[in-house]
């Protein structure tokens, strides 16, 4: 019979969820930091402006920040896991 998961479980099982998301658009970010594309006489970037907000310091790029928020959530669902398994 399988026993209900515990409330604890669930928030570690969201809080590697959120820092996976997050840790995978900051990655995204991070590898597109391309310059804007020119359309015949349009300029693609009139539509659009890119933020110069910084999400971390300087010295890590968000690419890297992203990474290590995807392998944080990784290691956090693992020890729900464990932290489940424990409990049973």
Do not use: Q
Request: aromatic share 10%.
């Amino acid at each position: 019979m399988n026993r209900p998961v515990p409330r604890r479980t669930a928030v570690l099982y969201a809080i590697s969820a959120s820092c996976a998301a997050i840790g995978a658009l900051l990655w995204v970010r991070g590898r597109t930091g391309s310059p804007p594309r020119v359309y015949g006489s349009f300029l693609a970037a009139d539509g659009y402006t890119s933020s110069a907000w910084r999400v971390w310091s300087p010295a890590v790029p968000e690419e890297r920040l992203g990474l290590y928020l995807i392998a944080a959530g990784l290691v956090l669902a693992v020890a729900a896991r464990l932290f489940s398994v424990r409990r049973d």
